[in-house]
């Protein structure tokens, strides 16, 4: 909704399809009347269409079009653009990342989606203002519905024997350090903890089982969850012994593993479109790591397995939510309708993709208002041509957002 909008006169979207994302069935001929950013009916459709209301509202056309419920990315990294050289950008100045912030902001609102779920962002260099980016953007844009609401993990915590992420991450030696990095990160404001569970070494986890469970516990005692950023199976393991509370990627899952995730209701976030992503670049760029025959292989190697795992997570009953991974690789902001294609094209039922972008992962948040449209909640929805049950391509064919 543009800014000024609550103190217009109510709106009607009308004759509208809905969907609530719950089925795979949209309702059609729907009126949908909003007043002061808030629902206030969602009703059937019984009147013609006239450029105002019985009471003077204005009335916009929406027949033909569809009303999904704001999108909810699950895994981003706001501070970051993506691109080929995504883990460099984390590096730029802080003035630099904030003005990504901004921009992807604008791609959030565009597209569709209406909250960030910001799992890793570099800490500020300035040192009044030492915490993660993510948390200073998160604040300046509270309460302004120009701008997507953010829950954060503030900055990744890694081993540190990883070299790869030692400039950007909060690296830790052991158990106790990444206890206290992770106190750390809530003490600073952090709405979650993230856990870097890859390592140097692909069979061996960077942090036990025991580990993880002592910053889940410290997390829990806190009121906040803790999830584990893992491609690798030891690290995968390790992080579901420790209960952690979702896997993002999972690239690489046992039937054992996903058995357990399913039992014990540990959500997967794949974001297996920024290997789709990464692909595209073979045949955009020329920069070696892309384009060169024998990368090329291991990708596909790579998005090989990933398909395969999320199959078998799928297949066992694991609840899926929906990230891009935008900043955090190199898709972008606007694309989280990449990921919805990809689960879609392994033969995951398109309403249950839209669930995992919607009011699942608002329960994955604990944001109960998150991916829902009702009558008394906010009005955060956006209109595509195009039915998003059976075609996961209509959710890029955005007409407007509320
Ligand atoms: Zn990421």
């Known amino acids: 909704m543009c800014a000024g909008q609550a103190d ?12 609530d994302t719950r089925g795979d069935r949209l309702r059609l001929d729907v009126d949908v009347i909003v007043e002061r950013d808030v629902v206030v009916a969602i009703e059937d459709s019984r009147t013609e269409y006239s450029p105002r209301g019985p009471a003077g509202e204005r009335v916009i056309d929406a027949r033909g079009a569809t009303i999904v419920p704001g999108l909810v990315d699950c895994h981003s990294h706001l501070t970051m653009p993506g691109g080929a050289d995504w883990v460099a950008r984390a590096a730029d100045p802080d003035d630099v990342q904030l003005e990504a912030a901004e921009h992807n902001a604008r791609l959030l609102r565009q597209s569709g989606v209406r909250w960030a779920r910001d799992v890793g962002a570099a800490r500020a260099r300035a040192p009044e203002g030492a915490r993660a980016l993510s948390l ?16 954060a993990a503030g900055t990744w915590l890694t081993h540190a024997s990883f ?5 950007i991450s909060i ?10 990095a ?11 903890v993230k856990l870097y569970m890859d390592g140097p070494d692909a069979d061996t986890s960077p942090f036990t089982a025991g580990e993880v469970a002592k910053v889940v516990a410290l997390a829990r005692s806190r009121g906040a969850k803790v999830t584990a950023h893992t491609t690798q199976l030891p690290g995968a393991r390790a992080a579901v ?19 357990e995730m399913a039992a014990t209701r540990i959500v997967l976030v794949p974001t297996l479109g920024v290997l789709e992503s990464m692909r595209t670049f073979a045949t955009t760029t020329s920069i070696p790591r892309f384009a060169t025959e024998e990368d090329v292989i291991r990708l596909a190697e790579r998005r090989e397995r990933a398909h395969a795992s999320v199959r078998l997570a799928h297949s066992h009953g694991v609840v899926l939510a929906v990230g891009s991974d935008f900043g955090g690789g190199s898709l972008r902001a606007n694309q989280l309708s990449w990921e919805i294609e990809t689960l879609a094209e392994l033969g995951v039922p398109l309403w249950e993709a839209l ?40 959710l890029s064919r955005v007409w407007r957002v509320a």
């Open 8 to 19: 217009a006169k109510p709106v009607i979207y009308h004759g509208a399809a809905i969907t």
């Open 136 to 151: 200073v953007a998160r604040d300046r844009w509270r309460g302004d519905r120009d701008y997507p609401y953010v829950r």
């Open 163 to 167: 070299e790869a992420l030692r400039e």
């Open 171 to 180: 690296p830790v030696a052991d158990g106790d350090g990444l206890a206290a």
């Open 182 to 192: 992770a106190a750390q990160q809530l003490d600073e404001g952090a709405d979650f």
């Open 241 to 259: 012994a420790g209960g952690c509370d979702a896997l993002e990627h999972g690239w690489h899952l046992d039937v054992d593993l996903v058995a």
């Open 355 to 394: 669930a995992g972008a919607t009011w699942r992962a608002g329960d994955l948040l604990g944001e109960p208002e998150a991916g829902r449209i009702r009558v008394g909640g906010p009005a955060d929805f956006f209109l595509v041509h195009g039915d998003p049950l059976s075609d996961a391509r209509a």
